[in-house]
């Protein structure tokens, strides 16, 4: 049933233009418009909107630096070894998320240029078998997308709780004296922080806030198209096999031109990949390096405050957001380095070898690209897959005993 819907849903999407002006009127990319909006980076959003909304975030974000780097400097001139390590986290996580953010205004005509080849593909679609794929491998990005929303969200929500919870004992259990309270980060501001406690902590919450919201949605729309990616992989793969299987195939001059179609399609589902690449191998660069030295600095924090349960908690929360971070960013890349190479199998799947000469050429050609899977990189060094992402955990976990040690 749920396809038959989808199926009669596309049937229309077809024939109403004005309802399908961007990709975001599809369902699974409904959730991102507002997402987009906030950040500026909404394709129908007007100049002055997106530039207003990009410099109040960069601005929110270029304001942390400051208490951080002093943080880092009062630390360093006064030997203190643990206060240096608080502020470095957050240079390397807002540094990150900054990067995602002007990697995306950078290449934003990039990314317009993807949203227009998602929308074609949705539109184009008009099988129940093509559409099923699609919407089956659309909704497994989605799920991705929204648990790694939620999950990150939630941990950000108790990381900004638990500096408020001796506010809150005051009120419930209130004793003789005051309740000493914690920043959510303890950085420098040049200010009596019992005095300034709140603005201190709201300038922390918005930036926090900021800093999760560019994270959560670059991240999603990445896993986002990805996939799409994936199912045009798969869509070519099972067009190969019932092509190849149909009977009578031989005498109908008419399969030349769907094998030619199939071509096609691949070839689209390869530009889409050189388009994401070229978009965010830089990017993840920097984000791979900058994430590995704020969870190993993190680690180093989280060991150091065990004898602190509050403290321990709230950094146990950053560093397991920073480590889900780098999971889903490497993730994708391993998804469609599956799927791509998939299709060489679909085609050895299929009865190639009962197929026209001028077939087998054109399977041929698909054959000897896909057996080279699409991989994505960080600066064309770092590939982009399960396996990395398990070396760098070890290397993040090698250098943690190395700056314990120095603790020590």
């Known amino acids: ?20 002006s961007t990709v975001f009127d599809i369902s699974y990319y409904k959730v991102f418009k507002k997402y987009l909006l906030f950040l500026g980076q ?115 929500s108790g990381f900004i709780v638990i ?5 809150f004992l005051d009120i419930i259990i209130p004793l003789n004296e005051t309740r000493q309270r914690h920043q959510m980060f303890r950085l420098t501001y040049f200010l009596d922080e019992n005095r300034y406690f709140y603005p201190i902590y709201f300038h922390s919450l918005w930036c926090s806030f900021v800093t999760v919201m560019i994270a959560v949605t670059i991240d999603s729309l990445y896993i986002q198209i990805v996939h799409h990616d994936c199912a045009i992989f798969a ?13 009578g195939v031989r005498i109908n001059e008419t399969y030349t ?48 405050n065990l004898h602190r349960p509050e403290e321990a908690l709230r950094i146990g929360l950053f560093l397991v957001g920073q480590q889900f971070h780098l999971l889903i960013i490497t993730l994708p890349g391993q998804v469609i380095t599956d799927h791509s190479f998939e299709l060489t199998n679909d085609i050895y799947r299929s009865m190639w070898y009962d197929m026209p000469i001028n077939v087998q050429r054109i399977l041929h050609m698909m054959q000897m690209r896909s057996s080279k899977p699409c991989k ?11 396996e990395n992402f398990g070396i760098t955990f070890k290397t993040c976990v090698s250098y943690f005993m190395v700056l314990l040690s120095l603790k020590d």
């Open 1 to 20: 049933m749920p396809t038959i819907c989808v199926y009669i849903y596309y049937l229309v999407f077809q024939k109403n233009e004005r309802r399908t």
């Open 42 to 156: 909404f394709p129908k959003q007007s100049r002055w909107s997106s530039k207003f909304n990009v410099t109040v975030m960069t601005g929110s974000l270029l304001t942390f630096y400051f208490p951080a780097f002093a943080q880092i400097f009062t630390s360093l001139y006064e030997k203190d070894l643990g206060g240096m390590l608080e502020g470095m986290p957050v240079v390397a996580s807002v540094s990150a998320v900054l990067i995602k953010l002007l990697n995306h205004e950078i290449y934003k005509e990039n990314f317009e240029k993807m949203f227009d080849v998602i929308k074609k593909d949705w539109k184009l679609l008009n099988d129940k078998s093509q559409i099923h794929i699609l919407e089956e491998i659309t909704k497994q990005g989605n799920k991705i997308g929204e648990i790694y929303r939620t999950f990150v969200l939630s941990c950000m």
């Open 163 to 167: 500096p408020l919870y001796p506010a």
């Open 235 to 247: 869509i070519c793969g099972q067009n190969i096999i019932t092509a190849t299987g149909s009977t």
């Open 257 to 304: 031109e769907q094998f030619r179609q199939c071509l096609t399609m691949h070839k689209n589902a390869l530009q889409l990949f050189e388009m994401l690449d070229d978009s965010s191998r830089r990017s993840f660069f920097f984000q791979i390096l900058l994430t590995m030295v704020g969870m190993t600095i993190t680690a180093v924090q989280a060991v150091i």
């Open 376 to 386: 994505l990189t960080a600066g064309g060094i770092y590939e982009m897959n399960i």
